[in-house]
């Protein structure tokens, strides 16, 4: 059966090693007039004035986004699944899984075909801005997949019964695969 074509962004699933796994988030500043929307599953990176923004294909990564927290013109704390890029609230915080070795889930685009001697390679995000209806994200994994430097590390392929489906031509397109981000800020030595 092809693997339905549904992009979700980036999934928290676990983390590399037995260590425990809380999925945890860090608190990152949103600052105003930081411009892009922000969705739920959406690669974030650290920017040199000290907040995050959305990230693209080849910016090296804070994490994923999961939400965030900010207080709107009328004075109500808001929580939203996402950030509308036209937002201004002084003290907005967006909640990200920041941890250089957490794993996640994340669907292959549709060119390229994935093969199970694609684990160990490497593959840069392909941003697509998501829904503000549902707040999901509609990021997905770049079908070229090579040894070269790329934002994630494959690590293998979900269980999920309906997007797990290997092998050639477009039978293997929207596979869901499991990464760990490569190109991490923490795992830099120079800085933003």
């Not at 922000?38 to 994490?63: C, E, Q, R, S, Y």
């Not at 004075?75 to 990200?96: L, M, N, R």
């Not at 430097?149 to 392929?157: D, L, N, S, V, Y």
Request: charged residues 10%; proline residues 3%; glycine residues 12%.
């Amino acid at each position: 059966m092809a693997n339905t074509n549904a992009k979700f962004g980036l999934r928290p699933i676990g983390k590399l090693g037995s260590a425990s796994n809380s999925t945890g988030t860090t608190e990152y500043d949103i600052l105003t007039g930081t411009t892009g929307s922000i969705f739920t599953g959406d690669p974030v990176k650290m920017v040199n004035t000290g907040g995050i923004a959305v990230a693209a294909a080849g910016d090296l990564l804070l994490g994923v986004f999961q939400g965030c927290r900010y207080t709107d013109s009328a004075g109500d704390v808001i929580y939203s699944s996402h950030w509308p890029t036209t937002t201004a609230s002084a003290d907005a915080v967006a909640f990200v899984v920041d941890d250089p070795n957490a794993l996640f889930e994340v669907q292959s685009a549709a060119t390229g075909s994935v093969v199970q001697t694609v684990v160990g390679l490497n593959a840069d995000i392909v941003y697509t801005a998501g829904s503000t209806t549902t707040g999901r994200s509609n990021v997905d994994l770049s079908g070229t997949m090579a040894t070269g430097t790329a934002q994630c590390r494959i690590i293998g392929f979900s269980n999920d019964p309906e997007n797990n489906a290997l092998g050639t031509g477009s039978l293997s397109t929207y596979v869901n695969m499991i990464v760990k981000i490569n190109e991490h800020t923490y795992a830099q030595a120079v800085g933003v």
